[in-house]
């Protein structure tokens, strides 16, 4: 059975840090590109960053560069979103997804149930 199950979400302050995962089951990691999406209470979902199964290479929405950093552990068959100088704003629930092609793509076909992460005082 394909799964995308992510975990790791939580409430912290902000200023904060947490590790979202994202593990796959039924299916490789190695052929896909996995994306991280965060939805805000109330709005959209929205890409945040982007990591590609084959080549490695990654990309991050402007307003997580430099406190973000996706990576992958081949070996797990999962994918990982360390959040760094968490913002209120980051408030919401992220779902990591799979697709094809390059960052970001266009269309998805897994996606795991999300995990919520509030950041607040």
């Known amino acids: 059975q394909v799964q995308l199950v992510e975990s790791g979400g939580g409430l912290v302050q902000p200023g904060g840090s947490l590790r979202l995962s994202c593990a796959a089951s039924g299916f490789t990691l190695d052929y896909y590109v996995i994306a991280w999406f965060h939805q805000a209470p109330g709005k959209e979902r929205v890409g945040v960053s982007c990591?590609?199964?084959?080549?490695?290479?990654?990309d991050y929405a402007r307003s997580v560069k430099g406190r973000f950093t996706i990576s992958r552990d081949k070996a797990k068959n999962t994918v990982y979103l360390q959040m760094n100088g968490l913002k209120p704003e980051d408030t919401g629930v992220y779902y990591c997804?799979?697709?094809?092609?390059?960052?970001?793509?266009?269309?998805?076909?897994?996606w795991g149930q999300g995990t919520q992460v509030t950041v607040s005082s």
């Open positions: 997804m799979t697709g094809h092609g390059v960052c970001f793509p266009a269309e998805y076909d897994n």
């Open positions: 990591i590609s199964g084959t080549d490695g290479t990654t």
